[in-house]
């Protein structure tokens, strides 16, 4: 049994990788594929292409692609519908909540407050949301290489 | 006389032939061929896994205030009446190293944690860790031949690096807040391992190379056509002009309406406004 596409599928769910073109993101969907002679389902990662014009997508993002009535270009035939789990910033569906970890961000803040905040802590109302030390500190937006040749210059992707 | 013989007297006598063969000897070489681009190639020299550059630290232990008394005897109220020679030796003058690492330490944590009794919270533990780190690495270039040492702050560097891979999945903006306070970059993990080769550099290389040469050609033509721009601008009106007067002339419908003209007289003096603007 061969396994249909991903770029054929009307929806697709996927996590955000690093991708240098520009109003495009791309996407690696993990499907299951059957070896049909251990009749055992293995994982598949497949990578998609979607338009995304302004940019909402990050690094590790959860989002929900829908298929485009006519390819974009050669690879580019999803369009992004919805940033389901933003990284690192997980919304619990059923109660509504802002969750870290195994824990509801409430309950750290409130056994905070029991022992009494400190001034220097981190504090979430006044945290900026994610990007700011893009570039600066961290460079998980884009993908990394082994550095290969010395030419003098800094070279902030390479490892 | 043998075919093959005569084959062979034809090949050596016949001057085209011979320079076909000389030709198929030296163009159908395809193995160990060598490009004649002028591309120098540095390999770049290893960094020990230990060293500030690779686990990401852009700060060090700083130089404390050598007269403040030590991590212990800080509240003491005795050292408060002691004598002067006695408060000196309690200060960090006279401690050992590790003593100052500590209160390096205690205050990096300090400086970070959520309230007065957190000491096991990630971003106390990650602050913690960084602490030893940077007094290890200090320690490394004092005694770079202390394996024992080496292959301790290796591990930490690697624990430190996979629980901010952690810290990140969970919590975008405290891993964000944290780096910038600790003064870690983080770099991921690159998608593919491979050691460096000398034929895959310069493979990268040349293709940076013909990237860049098309780059430049492409701009020098961009050039070029810019710079016949306005030229071609005003030839284009006087050819409306000319149409538009001569239809008019000659009773024809007028096919060119003088709102085309217009805006093809905007769109000149726009260019070369902003021309302008670009050599102010």
């Known amino acids: 049994m061969s396994l249909k596409a991903a770029t054929k599928v009307s929806m697709l769910l996927g996590q955000c990788v690093p991708c240098l073109k520009q109003n495009t993101s791309k996407f690696k969907v993990k499907r299951l594929e059957l070896d049909e002679n251990l009749l055992m389902y293995f994982k598949k990662d497949e990578f998609v292409y979607a338009h995304d014009p302004e940019n909402k997508c990050k690094t590790g993002d959860i989002v929900l692609m829908e298929q485009l009535p006519q390819k974009k270009t050669r690879l580019v035939t999803h369009a992004v519908k919805e940033v389901i789990y933003p990284f690192g910033d997980i919304t619990d569906p059923l109660t509504g909540k802002k969750v870290v970890a195994g824990k509801y961000r409430d309950h750290i803040e409130a056994v905070t407050k029991v022992y009494g905040q400190t001034k220097n802590g981190f504090k979430y109302d006044k945290a900026p949301l994610r990007g700011w030390q893009e570039n600066k500190k961290d460079f998980t937006h884009a993908d990394t290489y082994i550095k290969y040749h010395d030419d003098g210059k800094d070279q902030p992707y390479a490892v | 006389m043998s075919a093959a013989r005569l084959i062979l007297k034809n090949v050596t006598e016949n001057p085209l032939l011979r320079s076909n063969l000389n030709i198929n000897n030296t163009s159908l070489r395809q193995y160990a061929f060598k490009s004649d681009l002028k591309i120098k190639w540095v390999r770049p020299e290893k960094i020990p896994c230990y060293k500030p550059e690779k686990s990401g630290d852009l700060a060090g232990v700083p130089k404390l205030d050598k007269s403040q008394y030590q991590l212990d005897f800080r509240n003491s109220k005795e050292l408060e009446t002691a004598n002067e020679h006695v408060k000196k030796l309690f200060s960090l003058e006279f401690a050992p190293k590790s003593e100052v690492n500590r209160l ?23 602050t913690k860790w960084t602490g030893i780190i940077r007094a290890w690495q200090e320690a490394m270039e004092r005694f770079p031949r202390n394996r024992i040492l080496k292959v301790h702050l290796k591990e930490l560097i690697d624990k430190r690096k996979k629980h901010l891979k952690y810290l990140r999945r969970w919590d975008y903006r405290k891993f964000e807040w944290l780096i910038e306070k600790l003064d870690i970059v983080y770099k991921p993990p690159p998608n593919e391992f491979h050691w460096i080769t000398r034929k895959d550099s310069l493979r990268k290389l040349t293709n940076t190379y013909c990237e860049d040469t098309r780059n430049e050609k492409l701009a020098a033509f961009r050039a070029v056509l810019e710079a016949e721009q306005p030229a071609f601008l005003e030839e284009k009106i006087r050819t409306l002009q000319f149409i538009r007067d001569e239809q008019q002339d000659c009773g024809a419908d007028v096919t060119v309406s003088q709102e085309e003209i217009d805006g093809v007289k905007k769109q000149l003096a726009d260019l070369l406004e902003s021309r302008k603007e670009e050599e102010d």
Not at chain 2, 108 to 122: A, F, P, T, V
């Open chain 2, 104 to 126: 390096y330490r205690k205050d990096l944590c300090d400086s970070i944690k959520r309230h007065e009794y957190d000491m096991g919270s990630i971003e106390v533990k990650l």
